[in-house]
């Protein structure tokens, strides 16, 4: 997501503005002591001294993108705060009181209407506690001291401000998301990154630990899972294949419900559920023993499971779970609309994409006789030919084994024009995997022996990727090899090849800087080309020892 999509944005604004409170009620309690200089307790400007240091801190990581977990425990600080200036300038009955209301409203706007009445409910006892204690150790405690009234008072604001502070951004946030799946359903992204973002969205949305999105794979007839976690959110999910014993256990719900689970922390461990029709929301009966199961498999004490269908049908399933958070009817009811207008996007994706594979199948088929025709025909006539002038040769003559390089060269380069003009006509399977290690190895040994450059590959590990990643860092390698043989003297060259955080680097080192042409200026236009069609980048750098490295990084 990286701060693109409008929820964290609208989250970050809300953060943001609620810094800004922070700082303009710590002015207006500056101004109080001001005003009545009575108030004007060391302690008391101690306190709003350390307050103002955090609140400034606060807004300046906010604005620069990195709040970290100062927004998630700031309404615990700030009624931290304003409990103890509070009771240091007099109780509930002093000019300060009004203030606890901020923390409510804080807590509401960030972590939900739960947190709102907690703290609210938590500075009210505390105080009241405090204001208590202090008439059994004074005598004679005058009435304007200690008011329950004033905290019975203050008890039901702080309910209606953390209401309505909740009702206010939780409608900034569903019009966010609204947003945010409109931007994911458009025409030029692939199927499989909207869904791995759909999953992230809905997760991000609902602050979820785990979103897994369940989709039926129209070319295997199998079952894809897209699987999204709170702690790798900036790794990018992936579709993986499931067997049909998973897919059925995930799916174990009735297709046309849309289900919350929860189980009860306090006082008993029982399991609350709620099951409503997909069309109408009306609720239905929900079987508890299932979705408990579910919830052991989910490893969750608290879930959302909605179906994705689309004209009577049922294509998928999205299950949200937190450990932390609990989900509401309210919850189910909203995102069952959302869910409807994201299957139909995810219907008519998936038609486009079925049409565009088509069109493409055509495509390469019609390429592919084409390369037969035009471009292999000349090769096997050069090699026919090669082959004639080989025979005139004397066994012994010198001419004779170049012609046997060139016959080599010629044979293996109809074999790679046969094999890629096949690999173009069957077409690339949609999950098929193919190991890169050796490939670039039979490469690399063949520049060797064409050229006499020494050619060495170098790596940590295998490399799996798909059928047209493959080509494309196949061409990436030979263009790189032959531009050592072309640009420079080089008497060796190096192929790093390795994985980092989810990228394939690529490296072709030469141990000569210094180029045929004279030159030291040179960019692989063709590879960088490649490179960024794939999303990635090229940089070329001289290193110690006269060494020039091509660096390729293509995401996977």
């Known amino acids: 997501m990286d701060g693109l999509w409008e929820v964290p944005q609208v989250e970050l604004a809300n953060a943001r ?36 240091v955090y609140a400034v801190v606060q807004l300046r990581l906010l604005k620069s993108g990195r709040p970290g977990n100062l927004v998630r425990f700031a309404h615990w600080v700030d009624a931290g705060c304003y409990c103890v200036v509070i009771e240091l300038a007099g109780g509930l009955a002093g000019s300060f009181s009004i203030f606890l209301l901020f923390p409510v409203f804080v807590a509401s706007s960030q972590s939900g209407l739960g947190s709102g009445v907690a703290v609210a409910l938590v500075c009210t006892l505390w105080l009241v506690a405090l204001g208590a204690l202090q008439t059994q150790l004074h005598p004679a405690p005058s009435f304007d001291e200690f008011s329950l009234v004033s905290a019975t008072f203050l ?54 630990d785990t979103c897994l999105v369940v989709m039926n794979d129209t070319k295997s007839c199998g079952w894809l899972l897209y699987e999204v976690h709170s702690d790798n959110a900036a790794t990018p999910a992936r579709a993986r294949q499931i067997g049909v014993e998973l897919a059925h256990t995930l799916l174990d719900v009735p297709s046309d419900h849309a289900v919350v689970y929860r189980q009860r922390r306090f006082f008993s461990r029982r399991a609350v559920c709620s099951a409503y029709d997909w069309t109408t929301l009306d609720s239905r009966p929900a079987d508890e023993a299932a979705l408990t199961s579910l919830a052991n498999l989910l490893g969750t004490s608290c879930f959302i499971s909605l179906p994705l269908r689309s004209r009577r049908e049922t294509i998928g399933r999205v299950h949200i779970a937190s450990q932390r958070q609990t989900y509401t009817s309210s919850d189910v009811r909203f995102l069952a609309h959302i869910m409807g207008q994201a299957a139909l996007m995810i219907e008519n994706m998936q038609l486009v994409e079925r049409l565009a594979q088509e069109v493409a199948t055509e495509e390469r088929k019609r390429i592919s006789r084409d390369l037969h025709d035009s471009t292999i025909q000349p090769y096997i006539g050069l090699k026919l030919g090669l082959e004639a002038l080989r025979r005139k040769c004397a066994p012994n003559d010198a001419l004779g084994h170049e012609v046997d390089d060139l016959l080599k060269i010629a044979g293996d380069t109809i074999l790679e024009l046969c094999s890629y003009v096949g690999r173009l006509k069957n077409g690339p399977q949609r999950h098929q995997q193919i190991s890169l290690l050796p490939a670039v190895r039979r490469q690399a040994e063949k520049f060797s022996e064409f050229y006499g450059i020494a050619a060495q590959v170098v790596t940590d590990g295998d490399v799996l990727v798909n059928v047209r990643l493959f080509e494309e860092i196949m061409h990436i390698v030979r263009e790189g090899l032959y531009n050592v043989r072309r640009h420079t003297r080089a008497e060796s060259a190096i192929i790093n090849l390795r994985m980092t955080d989810g990228h394939l680097l690529l490296e072709i080192v030469n141990d000569n800087s210094v180029r045929g042409n004279g030159s030291l200026e040179f960019y692989p236009r063709s590879i960088g080309e490649r490179a960024t069609e794939l999303g990635g980048r090229v940089s070329v750098e001289e290193r110690a020892g006269g060494c020039t490295a091509v660096a390729v990084d293509i995401p996977l």
Not at 19 to 45: D, K, M, Q, T, Y
Request: net charge positive; charged share 15%.
């Open 155 to 208: 008890l039901l604001v702080a309910f209606v401000i953390a209401r309505w502070g909740h009702s206010e951004v939780t409608l900034m946030r569903r019009l966010a998301l609204a947003t945010d799946l409109s931007r994911l359903f458009t025409p030029g992204i692939a199927l499989d990154y909207a869904l791995c973002e759909l999953g992230e969205t809905l997760r991000a949305f609902q602050r979820a």
């Open 17 to 52: 503005f609620l810094g800004e409170g922070r700082l303009g009620l710590i002015l207006v309690a500056s101004l109080l002591l001001l005003v009545n200089p009575a108030l004007a307790h060391a302690w008391i400007i101690a306190v709003l001294l350390l307050y103002a």
